[in-house]
Each structure stands twice: as structure tokens, then as C-alpha cells.
């Protein structure tokens, strides 16, 4: 599984959260007349349905960054059952709730792409286990790592994360220079070999020309089942299937995945998962006084 996030830019990252959301200091926390009081938490899984955790890694290391100490009884990629409880967390009553709600907005939302991801990952299993269900850079700003690294504890993939991994020539850049064909051929002199080019292709003609110029992977961007249907025959046809890798994206849900996995492309891509997969419901409660 790819490691999306080191432990020294998790713990940035995580800092700038504690700042974010504690400021100067937790002034209600603070002034308990036991806020120093050492005490046990439980965070519990509240929702009704059987889901995939994540974010573990991630709420342990925050715990640790507020003095606390945790004892897990889940790992990042199982299963939980409705009231599971996850963890607890042993620490003074102010560091325990210093950290609470960040962990719980980490869990929430990573665990609700990981379950959302294992959803699509098991449908297109079904067809066919080596087609890749993958995430798009449709994430959250600053919590991209986050988002991508629990559609890979989901069981897929997490695509390119930054635009510096790969090229990929979408309308955009098509408008800005009208060709295909001359935009595949001066990107391939510019960038050399070794970095891998896509195309987004919008109909069969343009699918064609961009494996013809030298296109690695294509996508076919919001194609209907008959349209993409229909270009992934030609594509047999005239022999090309197999000198390119093709992707699958746009209006992609759960009830129309297993239709565009039948057409067995390589990838299909899903904005879904991370712009808008219901989060799952944890709750931290002290359960000593």
C-alpha cells in the first residue's frame, strides 16, 4: 500500500490544525477547577451501519502531540460495527479535550472515504479485480493527503497528487492550443520518457488521435455507457487497446459503476469519494470523573 504522508509532515500538518482550532488556548477547558485531573476517554462509532475506519494513525499521533496516551482496538482498513469502541485515551481532562474535535473531524471524514471507496472497490470487483477505482485531486485544500491516503485504506488508488507527477492534457489546455496531436507531441520532446502523458479525450475521433500522437493513458470523460461502449470497441477494432491504459471518469456513482466496469477499462476515476462521501458518526465521551 502507498505511503501517502510521513510521520514529520503529519505531525506539521497536525500542529497546524491544533492551532487552527485552539488559538491562544481552550479557555472553557483550561478553567475547570479540575481541568489537571487525569482521566479515560473512549471514542465509540456511532453510526448504524458497518464501516471502514481511518485516520487511526493520524488521531494516536495527536493524542501523543497533547501528552496524551491511547490504547487502539482498531487498525486503520477494518471493519467496525455500530457503538465499536475504537480507542481510548488516557490523559488530564484539558489535553483530552484540547484534542477531541479534531480527531473526531479526522475520523469522521477519512472513515467515511474509506467506507465510500470500499463500496465502488467491491461493485467492480466483480467484473474484474485488477480495474483500479481511483480518487481525482477533488479533495479538500490541506487535507489532500488525508483525503487520498483513505481511498487507499479503501482499496484504491490515490492517482496523482500533485500536477508535477504527470501530464495530463485536459479541455482546458486543448482550447489553449486546439491540437491534441501537436500538444501530445511537444509535451513528449519537452518532458522526455519517462513521465507518463494522459489525455482527456471528449468523443472516439479524439480518443484515437491521442493514443496515435503517443498518449500513455487516455480518459473518457464523461462518455455514457453507449458512447464508451462504442469507443472501447474501435479501439479493439484498430488494435489500439492495447497500446494505452484507459480511464473512466465523470458522473461515475455506485449505481452506474459496475455498467462502465463491464466495459473493462484500467482505472475509473471517482470525484465522488472525496467531495462528497457521507462522513461517519464517532463520538469521544470520558467515561471516569
Known sequence: MEKLIDHFNLRKALLKFLHEDVGTGDITSENLE?????????????????GIVCGIEEVELLFDICNCDTTLHKLDGMEISPKTNIMEIYGTAKDVLKAERIALNLLMRMSGIATCTRKFVTIVKQVDPSIAIASTR?????????????????????????????????????????????IIQSMRKKIGSSIKIECEVRNEHESIEAIESGADIIMLDNFSIPEAKQTM????????????????????????????????PDIISVGYLTHSAPSLDFSLKIVNK
Not at 487520498?148 to 492550443?177: P, T
Open 34 to 50: 479540575n481541568s489537571d485531573k487525569s482521566v479515560t476517554a473512549k471514542i465509540i462509532f456511532k453510526s448504524n451501519f458497518i
Open 138 to 182: 477533488k479533495t479538500a485544500p490541506g487535507l489532500r493527503l488525508f483525503d487520498k491516503k483513505a481511498v487507499v485504506i479503501g482499496g484504491g488508488i490515490s492517482h496523482r497528487i500533485r500536477l508535477d507527477e504527470m501530464v495530463m492534457i485536459k479541455d482546458n489546455h486543448i482550447a489553449v492550443d486546439t491540437s491534441i496531436k501537436k
Open 233 to 264: 470497441l474501435k479501439l479493439v477494432d484498430k488494435g489500439l487497446r492495447d497500446l494505452v491504459k484507459v480511464e473512466i471518469s465523470g458522473g461515475i456513482n455506485l449505481e452506474n459503476v459496475l455498467d462502465y466496469a463491464k466495459l473493462k
